[in-house]
């Protein structure tokens, strides 16, 4: 199990969380876009900060409201998805992840959101990367994982796959049979999260994310079971945490940072028994 973590979950600057995250043990990183824009320096900066400690950037995010988006906003989501591209480009990285729609304005339309899905992986294309595509469990009109694939299966692309994230597809109530019901090929990758029982069932969704996400083993979700499906439809790339938790966001990066390598390991055990 080649272990990464998302820069989003731990606290500090940029600097600060990739040095924690390589001390823990991590081989690989996700990068937050966030921490990239507030960092004061270039992509090509980052990426010699992350080859001095020998760490892979595997995925950039997220790119919000490309798939969908109003003809008065298309300019500015091709703008914002160039300049995470260019960015990749600098980083090394190949792999950007593009999150279902959440505004309002976004279209309901299957069609359109497939066409948005070939433009995107095109021009993701053309700077020698692919595409993640993810459903969040709040998107306006894709918030399933078997509706992402649908898409993606429509869409065709040789540069367009699957994002699997443990939060959104178990907070929907999916699980094994809709992860089995995709081709290996088209699983790019997967982001796990435990989460502790939603505090009240009118909670919304994405508030429940936001703050109450832990890593594996620490809260209620069916994740072992969940990476287990994920190994046995033939997943094999990185396995990684993306957390949103107001106490990790206030605790030392160090000490966050290896309560997440740690829990990786506890999930490789647990998959492997279940195997």
Not at 56 to 81: F, K, M, T
Request: aromatic content about 8%.
């Amino acid at each position: 199990m080649r272990k990464a973590i998302a820069t989003v979950a731990l606290s500090g600057t940029l600097p600060e969380k990739l040095e924690a995250i390589a001390r823990a043990g991590f081989a690989a990183v996700e990068i937050f876009a966030d921490d990239l824009e507030a960092f004061p320096g270039s992509a090509r900066d980052v990426r010699r900060l992350t080859d001095a400690l020998d760490l892979e950037v595997v995925l950039l995010q997220p790119l919000r409201n490309y798939v969908g988006a109003p003809a008065e906003r298309r300019a500015e989501a091709n703008e914002s998805a160039r300049r995470l591209l260019e960015n990749m480009n600098q980083l090394g990285c190949r792999l950007l992840l593009a999150c279902s729609a959440t505004d309002a304005a976004s279209s309901p339309e299957p069609a359109a959101q497939i066409e948005d899905l070939r433009r995107l992986a095109d021009l993701a294309q053309q700077h020698g990367c692919a595409v993640a595509f993810e459903a969040l469990a709040w998107g306006k009109y894709v918030n399933r994982l078997s509706q992402a694939w649908d898409r993606v299966r429509a869409a065709a692309h040789p540069h367009l796959g699957v994002m699997l994230d443990s939060f959104h597809v178990l907070a929907q109530g999916e699980g094994a049979r809709e992860i089995m019901a995709i081709p290996a090929d088209k699983l790019y990758f997967i982001q796990m999260a435990d989460a502790a029982a939603r505090p009240s069932p009118t909670m919304p969704v994405d508030q429940w994310s936001r703050h109450h996400r832990c890593f594996p083993g620490k809260g209620t979700l069916a994740v072992a079971a969940f990476a287990a499906a994920a190994r046995r439809a033939g997943y094999q790339g990185v396995w990684s945490l993306e957390i949103f938790n107001d106490r990790y966001r206030q605790s030392a990066p160090a000490s966050v940072a290896a309560e997440g390598f740690a829990s990786l390991q506890w999930l490789q055990r647990q998959v492997e028994a279940l195997d």
